[in-house]
């Protein structure tokens, strides 16, 4: 009996640590440009929940050959590490782990070719057998602050994310934010954009909106209106910052509470995530 009862309180504890992530999504951690071995080797052991990192076109260091797939953040173009060999190590890491130690993965794609080349190495791993969460992320459109990056090309992006409709779509804006450049907001025309490439495409799968810190914090309205238009998909916002960014916490954290954690991912250093003081997890629904 004691025995049975032990297994049904940690039973209960694994459903409750898992509804309070689904309740607040700031509770969820990430480990940043997971672009080799090990590095990867590391977030794996630890007890982060995302591993973010960046797809590129290039070769495997020591040899050569056409370019393909790999991890590594530009300007670089090799890495010890392919974008094949990668996804399978996640995933032979989260077939002898438990559900509630599953580590999910956000691919962050620099270029629409190297999207294009790693069609065939995803779609595996985004089959409805495979459970753990797979993002693809790209700045598909220019966003503020008059920034001059080159957007990956919307259209491409998002028809080839629809065909892993299990993955979650992260469609965000390119940014000139930092340094001298302390102001800025997200646009209504920019987020109106944004809302006919979804519509456009009638994507009809789970997506998340990545927003810079600094600017989000000066854009609920339009956030508001973006959410509310793509309710039916699920819809979040990434809100993530560079270190150094300058960010009026207390209207970020007005965005936050208004929208909801329950809609919110946070993904901010954490200097700048200790001061926002996000109200503890209710335990008492559990």
Known sequence: ??????????????????????????????????????????????????????????????????????????PATTSDLTLGDFLSAVAQYNNVNSKSKQKGV???????????????????????????????????????????????DADKFIKLGMNHPRTVLSIGWTTNYGGNITEGEYSREQIGTMLRKVNEHKINQTVTFPVRAGLASNSQPVLLDLLRETLSLNSSVTVWSSEGDVVEVDRL??????????????????????????????????
């Open 1 to 74: 009996m004691f025995r049975l009862l032990l297994f049904l309180s940690f039973a209960a504890a694994k459903v409750s640590c898992e509804e309070e992530a689904m309740r607040n999504l700031t509770t969820i951690t990430w480990a940043h440009a997971v672009n080799n071995k090990t590095y990867l080797e590391a977030a794996l052991a630890s007890e982060v929940s995302m591993l973010e990192a960046d797809v590129v076109l290039g070769h495997v260091i020591g040899k050569d050959g056409p370019p393909i797939p790999i991890m590594a953040h530009p």
């Open 106 to 152: 956000k691919l962050d794609f620099k270029c629409i070719e190297a999207f294009e080349k790693s069609q065939e190495i995803i779609a595996p791993f985004s089959k409805p057998e495979i459970t753990f969460p797979l993002w693809l992320n790209a700045d598909i459109l220019a966003g503020p602050v008059d920034a001059t990056t080159k957007p990956v």
């Open 253 to 286: 954290k007005a965005l936050l509470l208004t929208v909801g954690l329950e809609r919110t991912y946070l993904d901010v250093p954490q200097e700048l995530a200790g001061r926002i003081h996000l109200p503890p997890p209710d335990t008492t629904k559990n």
